[in-house]
């Protein structure tokens, strides 16, 4: 099995007009000086997946230096859904990525761990990679049942499809994303290593699939958080606006 090659996703969710494209310009630029061995992704609003695929493809650094992702998709391809889109029309935009599960849909739009496998082997049909969410509130993890939640929506969103090429999984606990707390490495390393387990299980690939840590990461805590086992890179919301805070999160996992 190949090593597995980092991964660093910038997660926009609503924020960002045309203007804020120089962002990811300037992200690409450094990249492209440094030429980081992760693999790099934003993922703006459904608005500006066009626009920035554009941007970056017309852009001297090119548009393989940094991906671009939607941050959820329809399951189906088409049809009556005011207001949806799908994986399809993601990927004719540009996109090679679609999150999908994340916490604020589940909780806002009520997604269900079957809902959210559904999108995901819509995002396959496609040909995009689900990244897929899933984490534990606070009072589950109080509860003591962090492993038991975190497990059950693993096993419940991803599909039976796949693999560690067209999957990546995010480990977000709810009471960690945008709130400036993070979990302890030991409580990251637990949850990961739950994860991994759970895939090696389930999954031939098992050992392939890349695992992300996604709350509150910012330039002054990646380097830890990426230090621990099975910690394959980042999701990362609000640090992920602006090249200035992004680009040290990367450079904690992607200029090694
Ligand atoms: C997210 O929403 O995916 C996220 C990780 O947000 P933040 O980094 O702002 O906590």
Same mark, same amino acid.
């Given at each position: 099995m190949a090593a597995r090659r980092p991964l660093i996703v910038g997660n926009w969710k609503m924020n960002g007009l045309t203007a804020s494209l120089g962002e990811a310009r300037a992200l690409a630029e450094k990249a492209a000086a440094s030429r980081p061995v992760a693999e790099l992704g934003l993922c703006p609003p459904a608005t500006l997946v066009a626009a920035m695929a554009n941007a970056l493809k017309d852009?001297?650094? @090119?548009?393989?230096?940094i991906k671009v992702g939607g941050q959820d998709c329809h &399951?189906?391809? *088409? @049809?009556?859904?005011? !207001?949806d889109i799908a994986a399809e029309m993601l990927k004719e935009a540009g996109a090679a990525y679609v999150i999908v599960g994340h916490s604020e849909r589940r909780a $806002?739009? !009520? %997604?269900?761990s079957e809902m959210v496998r559904a999108k995901a082997a819509a995002a396959h049909r496609a040909g995009l990679i689900a990244i897929v969410c899933v984490g534990e509130t606070l009072a589950e993890r109080d509860a003591g049942a962090t492993l038991k939640v975190v497990t059950a929506q693993i096993r419940g969103s991803?599909?039976?499809?796949?693999t560690a090429a067209n999957t990546v999984v995010a480990y977000e606990p709810v009471w960690a994303i945008g709130t400036g707390r993070t979990p302890t490495t030991a409580q990251v390393a637990e949850v990961h290593g739950e994860i991994r387990k759970d895939l090696l299980a389930r999954f $031939? %690939? !098992? &050992? @392939?699939f890349r695992i992300l840590y996604g709350g509150s990461v910012k330039p002054d805590n990646a380097a830890e958080l990426m230090a621990?086992?099975?910690?394959?890179?980042a999701l990362v919301g !609000?640090? *992920?606006?602006?090249a200035a805070d992004f680009w040290p999160i990367v450079a904690a996992k992607g200029l090694q």
């Open positions: 852009s001297a650094v @090119g548009a393989d230096v &399951a189906r391809a *088409s @049809g009556a859904h005011t !207001g $806002d739009h !009520g %997604e269900t991803l599909p039976d499809d796949a $031939d %690939e !098992g &050992a @392939g621990v086992a099975d910690v394959d890179g !609000g640090a *992920s606006l602006k």
